[in-house]
């Protein structure tokens, strides 16, 4: 029997958040619950692959991970504020992705490919995550300089409740997969469950940085349904 599967995207972690001590906080939960887990991007404000742009709380992130991992499934997938992060840290995970993956018959996406309208942000991701561009941030001295470059220039377009919620490139993201038991994906900070007209189920998870919630995978009758709910009242949903 398949356990419970918990998804978390969209936490956005960061100091100037101020959400880092919530965000460890659930992880030490977590770790005391009987779940798999898959982490579906923008996990971090920013996170780039390279240990010269480390800081503690990613190092405490990998760490938890690497140990958890004995024990459960833990998935990661880059979202558009990650770079890297599969061919430098991908060892950490059970599996990590740069683009999705699928679980159990589901199509798991960050959510940022699922627009291919949004042109202006296609060629931003093609400009920042190429091999050529990965080569450039591990060794030019002003590295670190253009990466808080980078940082404005993300929380300038970061007004998450603005992402317009594109239903048609979504649905037809959906009925294009080779998966059909559904999709999840985060990325637009919005909360919808629907089916296209072909009968494919979706889920937009809401983002763990506006009120802490999260995604959970359970079975009935050998059907997947995801709820949403409040990190915190996991122990309770998880054992009623």
Request: hydrophobic content about 35%.
């Amino acid at each position: 029997m398949n356990r419970p599967c918990l998804f978390i995207t969209d936490c956005h972690v960061s100091e100037q958040n101020g959400n880092v001590n919530a965000f460890f906080e659930m992880l030490d939960l977590v770790q005391n619950l009987d779940v798999d887990l898959v982490f579906l991007g923008d996990i971090f404000d920013l996170w780039i692959g390279f240990s010269r742009y480390q800081t503690s709380f990613h190092t405490n992130f990998l760490n938890w991970c690497k140990q958890e991992k004995r024990k459960r499934m833990i998935g990661f997938i880059e979202g558009n504020h990650e770079f890297f992060i599969k061919s430098k840290y991908g060892d950490c995970f059970s599996w990590c992705s740069e683009k999705g993956y699928c679980l159990r018959g589901l199509q798991l996406s960050h959510g940022d490919l699922v627009n291919r309208e949004d042109e202006n942000y296609l060629k931003f991701r093609r400009l920042t995550k190429n091999k050529l561009t990965r080569l450039l941030v591990s060794v030019i001295p002003k590295g670190p300089f253009l990466v808080e470059k980078l940082k404005v220039r993300m929380n300038q377009k970061g007004n998450y409740s603005q992402y317009r919620f594109p239903v048609d490139a979504i649905e037809s993201f959906a009925d294009q997969s080779k998966f059909g038991q559904g999709v999840i994906f985060g990325h637009f900070h919005h909360e919808r469950s629907w089916k296209t007209r072909k009968g494919v189920k979706i889920w937009s998870l809401p983002a763990w940085l506006d009120d802490g919630k999260i995604g959970v995978l359970i079975y009935r009758q050998n059907k997947p349904h995801l709820e949403t709910l409040t990190w915190s009242d996991l122990p309770s949903f998880l054992d009623p």
